[in-house]
């Protein structure tokens, strides 16, 4: 099986160039990236449903596009296992004109000729044709060649599909407002004493916090008030879960490299990794066991649970995990448009009111 490293585009060679992903210094940026974001302009308008409901309701999730590199036509099996992956796609309910490219390395575009040649230069393996690429966003116009290899493995390491991300999508549809997922450190790795105490204080730290949230954070008030409807028959609840990944698990291998890739550091000392999860299965941040915090896990929470600025998807930190879920459908019904997403004019023609954000640690 053939994982890849995360591939960052960079803006002058949006193919090819292989640049570290920079994650935050510390987590509690995360908080200050929304401060920015609710306070630019002269001020933010806010809406009183919660962000985590408004993503659910709202934000439309990122689409992928998948390349297929090949020289030869496909063979039977090979077409089957495609349409398998174009199933997944299509389950998601969204335009795939453009999700999934055919590259005859025979005469391929000058683009992804580069994208070819980087992967062969940069990949140590022997490469198996046909050969897949999923590139994905990861927000703030950042896209990653997510995964590649040998299309015989994209089913396996579950690229749209697997059973956490369908447990995932169950949770979010049912009225949880976060589900925190916790990918566990290798079993089959020595960690150090400081790491294993690191591991244990986030799983005590994610407990206590939870106990907490449920019996002190409130839900805006305002909410189904002009401006604050709710648009689903799913219930408006505090809830918060975790779900948890074994690193051995075969089936999730897409999401525990994609994890680990955006957290290097913390993945070879053999730390537990912890992804807050909200709306249309939207990653908010992977933050190592070490950074973890109680005071950390309700700044987030309070701001997640808090009224939404109700700005653009694309402004917020995070970004979407790759699922097959029609969240349309599953929302408001086969047929029914979602609700839309209030533009600028809505917001400059509204009285502004300032939000406070929580500061992290």
Same mark, same amino acid.
């Given at each position: 099986m053939v994982l890849s490293s995360a591939l960052e585009v960079s803006p002058s060679d949006p193919m090819t160039e292989r640049v570290p992903f920079q994650t935050v210094a510390s987590v509690a940026k995360v908080l200050? =990236?929304?401060? @920015?974001?609710?306070? *630019?302009?002269? =001020?933010?308008?806010?809406?009183?449903? %919660?962000?985590?409901?408004?993503? +659910?309701?709202r934000w439309q999730p990122d689409n992928c596009e998948l390349i297929l590199f090949h020289r030869e036509p496909l063979t039977t099996t090979q077409q089957t296992m495609l349409d398998q992956l174009m199933e997944q796609q299509i389950s998601r309910n969204e335009d795939t004109s453009s999700s999934l490219t055919l590259s005859d390395l025979a005469s391929p575009t000058p683009a992804h000729a580069h994208l070819w040649n980087s992967i062969r230069t940069n990949f140590n393996q022997k490469i198996t044709e046909p050969y897949l690429v999923v590139r994905m966003k990861l927000g703030k116009g950042r896209v990653v060649n997510g995964w590649h290899g040998p299309l015989s493995d994209a089913i396996e390491v579950g690229i749209l599909d697997s059973p956490i991300r369908r447990e995932l999508s169950k949770r979010l549809l049912s009225g949880h407002s976060v589900v925190w997922v916790v990918v566990r450190a290798d079993t089959k790795t020595d960690s150090l004493p400081a790491t294993q105490n690191f591991n244990a204080k986030a799983d005590a730290a994610l407990k206590t916090s939870f106990?907490?949230?449920?019996? !002190?954070?409130?839900?805006?008030? #305002? @909410? #189904? +008030? %002009?401006?604050?409807?709710?648009?689903?028959?799913?219930?408006?609840?505090?809830?918060?879960?975790?779900?948890?990944?074994?690193?051995?698990?075969?089936?999730?291998?897409? +999401?525990? !490299? +994609?994890?680990?890739?955006?957290?290097?550091?913390?993945?070879?000392? $053999?730390? !537990?990794?912890?992804?807050?999860?909200? #709306?249309?299965?939207? =990653?908010?941040?992977?933050? %190592?066991? *070490?950074?973890?915090?109680?005071?950390? @896990?309700?700044?987030?929470?309070?701001?997640?649970?808090?009224?939404?600025s109700c700005q653009v998807k694309d402004q917020n930190p995070g970004f979407d995990l790759l699922m097959s879920v029609d969240w349309n459908t599953k929302l408001? $019904?086969? #047929?029914?448009?979602?609700? %839309?997403?209030?533009?600028?004019?809505d917001r400059l023609n509204q009285k502004p009111e300032l939000l406070t954000i929580p500061t992290g640690n």
């Open positions: 200050l =990236a929304f401060s @920015i974001f609710v306070m *630019s302009g002269s =001020a933010a308008v806010a809406c009183n449903i %919660p962000v985590f409901r408004y993503a +659910l309701e106990s907490w949230l449920t019996n !002190n954070l409130e839900l805006p008030e #305002g @909410i #189904g +008030l %002009p401006g604050s409807e709710l648009h689903s028959e799913i219930p408006l609840l505090l809830k918060f879960s975790t779900l948890e990944i074994s690193r051995e698990d075969v089936k999730e291998s897409f +999401l525990i !490299n +994609l994890f680990s890739e955006l957290q290097p550091a913390a993945t070879a000392r $053999g730390e !537990n990794l912890i992804v807050p999860v909200f #709306g249309r299965g939207r =990653a908010l941040e992977v933050i %190592p066991a *070490s950074v973890l915090t109680s005071s950390l @896990i309700r700044d987030l929470t309070v701001f997640l649970s808090g009224a939404c408001f $019904g086969k #047929g029914n448009a979602p609700p %839309p997403v209030r533009s600028d004019r």
